[in-house]
Structures are given as C-alpha cells and as structure tokens.
C-alpha cells in the first residue's frame, strides 16, 4: 500500500483572527481616516485637511497677496511631496476651487491664468496656471509662529504641519463645505462674513443668545453667484437650529421690452453651483422635446457677466407663468441641501446648530488669544533677561573687557563675577564693538522699559476673561469692517423673496385672450362669435329655435353652465366652436341628459356666490369656486329627484340682506337672507310654499334700495316700501304689487 504524504505545516508564527472582527477593525479604522483627514471640515477654520495643507505650504512659499505669483505645479509639488500622500490632480481641483470666485464666496488663493469658468470648463493644466495666497488666507494663517495651533508630524515624519490654522476669518460659515464620508456627510452653504461677524459680536455680548436671536444677523445664505432664496423665515430658522435643513435658490430675472408690444426674459445670476452650459443644454433639449411650451427659443449672451435670454412663444404669454414652468423643470431653482456636519474640536464629528459653530469659533479664537499672548510673554522674557545683561556689562564696561581680553573662560568668569544666567553671558560675548557706544546704552533702556509696559498689559490680558473677549471683540471688528456690505467683495448678492404662488395651467396659458360673445339657443346649440357684439338680433338660428343666452367674454374664461338636473357643467371659451352657422349642441361637449334644459349660462369669476332654487320652493345660497366641474360629466351641486328641477341660479351680491321669491301662483315672498344656510351641496330649505304649482323666480337684493324687476316691455321698475311682502322662510306669501310681470320673472 502507498502512504499519502502529510499535509504541509504553515509558519508556526501566524495568528489566527476572526474574519468579522478583522473586517470590522479595519472597515472603522478607513471610515475614521476618511472622516477626519479627509471629508468633513474643522468647525475651528472650515478648512479640510488639503485645504489646510495648501496655504500652509504657499505660506511655507511665500506666497502672500505682497509677493509674485508662482506656478501652481511648485506648490501642488511642496503640498503632495510633504504633507498630503495623494493623487496631484486631487490636490490641484481643491486648490482650483479655492481660487474660483463664482465657487467660493470669499477665495482663498488668487490666481493667474486660466482656472475653470461657470460654464463647466476646466482650469489649465498646473504648468500653465500660477498662484498666491489672498488677505482671506493670511487672516486664517495669521499667528501660526506665535504658539498659536498644536503642529503633528508628516506622514513621512521630516516634516511638521498644523492640526488647525488660527482661524481670525470664520470661514466654515462664510466660505461653506462639502464632503462625502463614510456613512455621513457634510453640505455647508456660504454665508455674508459682516452679518456672520454681527452674529459672534451678540454672541460674546449676550453668550446665552439664542438661535432665534442669532438669525436676525445671519438671516441665510449669501452665494457667490447671486439669486434669490425663496424659503420662508420659519423653514429656515428651523434648518440653523437644527443643523439640517435646505433653501431654494432660484435664478435672478428681468423682463425686458424690445418694442412694439414685445419682450423677453434676462437671467442674470443662476442658482449656486449650477454650470450654465449644462443647464442651457437643459433647456435647449426641452425645448425640442416640447416640454416647455410656453418658450420660443433662448440664447446665451453671456461675457464676464451671465446674460441667458428666454424669448416667450407668444407675447401674450405671462412672464411669471413662464418663469414658473421653467423654475420647475429646470435648474433655474436650485435645493442647496444644508448639513452641518463638522469635526468639533477637530476630533468628533457632530451635527451642529448655528450657534454652536459660531459658539466653537469664538472659543478658538480665545485660545489662540491665550496661547499667542503667552508666547509672546516667553518671548518678552528671554529679551528682558538678554537686555538685563547688556545693563550690567554698560555699568560695568571696563571689568566685563579686561574679563574678556585677560580670561582664558571669559563666559564662567562672567557670571560668578556679575551673577549673569548662561544666556546672558552668552549675549554678552556676542555683543560688537559698535554696541558700545552710549546711544546704544539709551537704546536698550528704552527698549527695556517698552517691553516691560506690554509684558503688564500681556499679563493682565491673560488673567482676565472680560479683557480677552474684549480684545476678540475689537478683532471680530476690524474683520467686519474689512469685509463689510459697502466693500465690494463683503456686499450680499443673494437676496430673499417669497415665490409667487401661481396655478400652472399651461394650456390656459397658451391662449390668447380675445374678446368672444357666447351665443347659446332655447335648444341648446352654442357658439363663440369674435368681438363683443352690440347687436345679437341679427344672428340666425335653426328652424324653430331662438337665442336665450349671449354673453360676453374673453378666449381665457371659463363658461359655467347651470342645468335643471342641478349639475354644474364647465366650458372653455377657447374651446366652443367658432361663430359660423349655428353652432354645436351642448350636449357634444357636456353630459346633459335629454330632458336636461340649460338654467344659467355665464362668465366664472372666483369669489361670486350663487342662489340656487328648484320648483319645489327648496334653495340654498352656494359659492361659485365650489361649483366648478373637472370633467364633462359635471358636478352635482343641487339635489334633486324628478318631477322636481332645479329653476333658479341668480348672483347674489355680499351686502344683500334680503331674498325674494315669487310662485307660479304669484304669491310674492320676502325675508331675510340669513335664513337661506350657504352650502357647497345639497337640496337646501324651503324657501316659499305653495299649494298650487311651484316656484317660478328667486332673487336677493338689499332692502335700503328696494327691489327690482325688468317688464315684458324692458322696462326698470322699483319698489321701496316692502313692508306687506316681508315675512319669514317658507310662508305663503302675498300677490305681488301692481305692474309686476306676468311671467312671475324678475328679469
């Protein structure tokens, strides 16, 4: 028999893990790399840490707003090659963007040459492109070699970099951020510096101060690309307390007349953030798919300022409905999303509210206060030890030389003969000749006393809390005055607006409103003549069929029509045929049943009231905009059930108090409008009761004026003393007075 050969032995040094344990470790170790050294900003100065490396490396450069540009492949170069161990054209999109005014409110490098446009455009290649640090930067980078910020070393450990920068400019708020983490992310929109300034100034004034307070300050974003933000104060109120929330922004218009009744639309400033050529390849594309039916064509005028021209299909078309339509398809209205997500105290990422960062910030501030003041107490110290020591050689000037030229130790000899610290021995020694003159003697003293008046005030300033906000307050100041709304880069450019609240009906739209006469027969066979008609007497009809309805309108209306089964139907007046021949039957166009006859037939205007009466003497008072119909079945306002038929749709004016009835068996009834219930649907009340026949007319009117009625002959009749007429709801009622119209109709 053949032996199998055993299995092979592993290393005996190899430890076995759990799989999901290594993972776990592993997958938390790349998302808090990712989350702390790459995505989400530091609330102390809103910089990441590529941003944070770039000035510091251009400072390293001296690269500041004094000195010349140098070519950005020389500081992509110093920031990959010391500081950050990534791909160079990650490195030079964030210093592109920095450098982009339409990208960040306030740049933080300027630069030379050719770096990307709204359009969408690239920046040149980092040969081609040259840069320098601007006022902004130098305000986040000011202090740095004073014992300001906490430095850590490289990644390859030969060099040293900042944790934070000071911070003297707030530009987590006033520039904004954006990053994608693992499993959270960051969105930040750019703020006004002066109102952001105004806001920590009430903040160190008042440090329980509120949200609500501080809102007054900071009312909300202010873009580098203008537009204005159509949100109301409590949505946005709720998104800085909370630290999440969004703010629609939408582009800046103007209407502008080019002559003989015509006009177009200016875009002037577009959303944050939105590339103009996308988004006029957008809109091109809609306009081909025929989608934007309201728009002819646009063009872009655009130079160093954007001018995006709409020109409208028809000049009757209203601006604002055609602004609407493209607001809403387009990216003319921007959702700039606001997620408050930041590193706090550069260690634990949280969501904060406005006053926290504001809060944080200010805290900063402090200690770098503290920090650079006891820096510069150190080095007041080591100056006064160095200038205490030159007193004593000039006191003592021809023992400290004979000492010198005679002793083989001068420096020991030094200090056991005049009590001197090595340092100052060692000053000593180093002093030149030239030093020895008596003015230099003057010179130190003075110097001397100067720093010992800052060394006090240094001291005082560190003990007290109220003399540092105090100092925080004056620097908080000058920034807001250098960066102020009169300065041409602190001026705000978004502006806040409420967004018109309009009803896109695009067919209606797309109408133009023309003057009609709507002609409707006994029969019910209608049509739409052009122009208001003085004269209708004239116009033909079918055999056996008069005219019983003409009103005048406009292409834009809508035509109600009431009918006896108590169904509202709506018409559109664009949409009846045309004044040649009779017309077309009603029933074509709505679903009126055959015993349907056609009880009122007129103009919708919003806001009207209707009262609506049957035969049977029941009625109600209705608002018209209830009585609108969707479709061509209609709409069911007026319950009722044959032989009963609805009879009466008359206007009723807001200050009529009274309502009058008048019976087949003319009985003439008045009383008072409020015991008429107003309804939106129903059968309603008794209005009149009769023993003989129904109700013929209703109608309602003020009693101070008297009522009125039109005779067979068209004549106006009044009548003002009412009193025998007047009585409750759903009596009988008297004869009328004389001369009233046989046909019981008030007119």
């Keep these: 028999m053949s032996k199998h050969a055993p299995p ?94 339409f990208a960040v409110r306030y740049p933080l490098i300027e630069g030379q040459g050719n770096f990307g446009n709204i359009d969408g455009d690239f920046a040149a290649a980092y040969r081609y492109t040259e840069a320098r640090l601007t006022d902004v930067a130098m305000a986040l980078l000011e202090g740095i070699d004073d014992d300001t910020v906490d430095f850590r070393d490289t990644y ?80 946005m109120l709720e998104a800085y307390k909370t630290g999440r929330g969004a703010f629609r922004v939408r582009a800046r218009w103007t209407q502008e007349d080019i002559g003989r009744g015509g006009w177009q639309i200016i875009v002037t400033e577009i959303p944050y953030q939105v590339q103009k ?32 021209v709409f020109e409208p299909k ?82 003592n000037l021809d023992e400290v030389i004979r ?12 200090m056991k003969r005049f009590k001197l610290t090595d340092t100052q021995a060692e000053a000593i020694l180093n002093m030149r000749l030239r030093a020895l003159r008596k003015l230099e003697e003057i010179e130190i003293r003075r110097e001397n006393d100067a720093l010992k008046k800052e060394e006090a005030g240094l001291k005082k300033l ?51 409103k023309e003057p009609v006469t709507v002609v409707c027969s006994d029969k019910g066979w209608i049509r739409a003549m052009k122009g208001h008609l003085e004269d209708t007497s004239g116009l033909v009809y079918k ?22 089964s108590g169904k509202f139907f709506t018409l559109d007046a664009a949409k009846l045929p045309g004044g040649r021949g009779h017309g077309e039957p009603v029933r074509l166009m709505a679903d009126l049943e055959a015993t349907d006859t056609i009880v009122a037939l007129f103009v919708h205007k919003e806001g009207r009231k209707l009262l609506l009466a049957a035969t049977d003497g029941s009625g109600f008072v209705v608002p018209e905009d209830e009585c609108l119909a969707n479709t061509r079945k ?32 003319r009985k003439l009834l008045i009383f008072k409008r409020a015991e008429v219930p107003e309804m939106s649907r129903g059968k309603g009340v008794r209005l009149q009761k009769y023993k003989d026949g129904g109700l013929s007319d209703a109608v309602g009117f003020k009693l101070k004026e008297g009522l009125s009625w039109v005779d067979a002959s068209g004549r106006n009749f009044n009548v003002g003393d009412l009193k025998e007429w007047i009585g409750e709801r759903a009596q009988a009622g008297r004869l009328p007075p004389k001369g009233f119209p046989k046909a019981n109709k008030f007119g």
Aim: hydrophobic content about 40%.
């Design 156 to 235: 390859n450990g030969e060099d040293r970099e900042p944790i934070v920068l000071p911070g003297a400019f707030p530009n987590l708020l006033a520039n904004g951020s954006s990053g994608i983490a693992v499993g959270m992310a960051t969105s930040i929109p750019p703020h006004n510096a002066a109102e952001l300034c105004d806001a920590a100034l009430h903040l160190i004034k008042f440090p329980n101060a509120t949200v609500d307070k501080l809102v007054k300050f900071v009312p909300g974003p202010d873009f580098p690309t203008g537009g204005i933000i159509v949100d109301d104060g409590p949505t």
């Design 543 to 564: 055999e056996g069929d008069t005219a019983k309805f003409v009103v005048k309108a406009e292409t834009t209306d809508s035509i109600m029509l009431f009918s006896s």
């Design 277 to 308: 050529g996308r988004l006029i390849e957008r809109i091109a594309e809609l306009i081909t798919a025929k989608k934007l039916p309201l728009l002819a064509d646009l063009r872009d005028e655009s130079a160093e300022d954007i001018r995006i």
């Design 634 to 665: 209609g709409k069911q306002v007026m319950n009722v059930k044959m032989p009963v038929e609805a009879q009466v749709c008359r206007f009723i004016e807001e200050n009529a108090d009274h309502i009058a009835t008048i019976g087949e068996n």
């Design 314 to 395: 028809s000049r009757t078309v209203d601006p604002q409905l055609l602004m609407e339509q493209l607001f809403r398809n387009t990216e003319l209205e921007a959702r700039i999303p606001l997620n408050m997500n930041v590193l706090s105290h550069g260690r634990v990422p949280k969501v904060m509210s406005l006053r926290d960062v504001l809060r944080e910030w200010l805290d900063h501030r402090k200690d770098v206060l503290i920090r650079r003041s006891n820096f510069r107490l150190a080095e007041i110290a080591r100056r006064l030890e160095i200038l205490g020591g030159y007193l004593i050689a000039y006191l």
């Design 403 to 414: 000492i010198i030229r005679t002793e083989d130790e001068p420096k020991a000899v030094l």
């Design 462 to 512: 560190v003990k007290s809390e109220d003399a540092q906000w105090e100092h925080i307050t004056g620097e908080i100041k000058e920034t807001k005055e250098k960066y102020g709304k009169k300065t041409p880069l602190g001026k705000r450019r978004t502006d806040f607006a409420q967004a018109p609240e309009i009803d896109l009906d695009l067919e209606q739209a797309m109408i133009e």
């Design 8 to 101: 092979p032995q592993g290393p005996k040094d190899i430890e076995a893990i759990n799989l999901r344990d290594a993972l776990e470790e592993r997958y938390l170790a790349y998302a808090l790399s990712t989350i702390m050294h790459r995505a989400l900003p530091d609330v102390r100065d809103g910089l990441k840490p590529v941003h944070r490396r770039l000035l510091y490396a251009m400072r390293l450069l001296k690269l500041d707003p004094a000195s010349g540009f140098k070519k950005c492949a020389r500081v992509v170069g110093d920031v990959i090659g010391k500081y950050h161990p990534h791909g160079d054209q990650a490195v030079y999109d964030a210093l592109v963007r920095l450098a982009q005014d």
